[in-house]
């Protein structure tokens, strides 16, 4: 049974930062692209970036850019993502997901196979 665990979130103020970490198990991870996506209330669900399955291609959404850093540890079977000067409009509940697209980093929801339960980051302005 595969299991997308995500961890990390939390009250942050605005301007702070978080380390997000999302622990999969129940699959060979490094055959498998991860992503992290957020879905505010009242909105839609949105990419936030994906790496592949070695590391060496990223995508992220432009809207944090420069920002956010995702990672992957595939001897621990775990994918971060580091979030730097957060902002208010940025609480959402976040999401990890694999994707079996594993070459690439896909920033389409559709594109990806396993969803964990997410984790709640709140930025207090």
């Known amino acids: 049974q595969v299991q997308v665990v995500e961890s990390g979130g939390g009250l942050v103020q605005a301007g702070g930062s978080l380390r997000l970490s999302c622990a999969a198990s129940?699959?060979?991870?490094?055959?498998?692209?991860m992503g992290w996506f957020r879905q505010a209330p009242g909105k839609e669900r949105e990419f936030v970036a994906a790496?592949?399955?070695?590391?060496?291609?990223?995508n992220y959404a432009d809207s944090v850019k420069g920002r956010f850093t995702i990672s992957r540890d595939n001897a621990k079977n775990t994918v971060y993502l580091q979030m730097n000067s957060l902002k208010p409009e940025e609480t959402a509940v976040y999401y990890c997901?694999?994707?079996?697209?594993?070459?690439?980093?896909?920033?389409?929801?559709?594109?990806?196979?396993?969803w964990g339960q997410g984790t709640q980051v709140t930025v207090s302005s």
């Open positions: 997901a694999a994707s079996g697209l594993r070459l690439g980093a896909p920033f389409s929801g559709s594109d990806y196979d396993y």
């Open positions: 129940g699959l060979t991870f490094s055959r498998y692209a």
């Open positions: 790496i592949n399955w070695i590391g060496g291609r990223t």
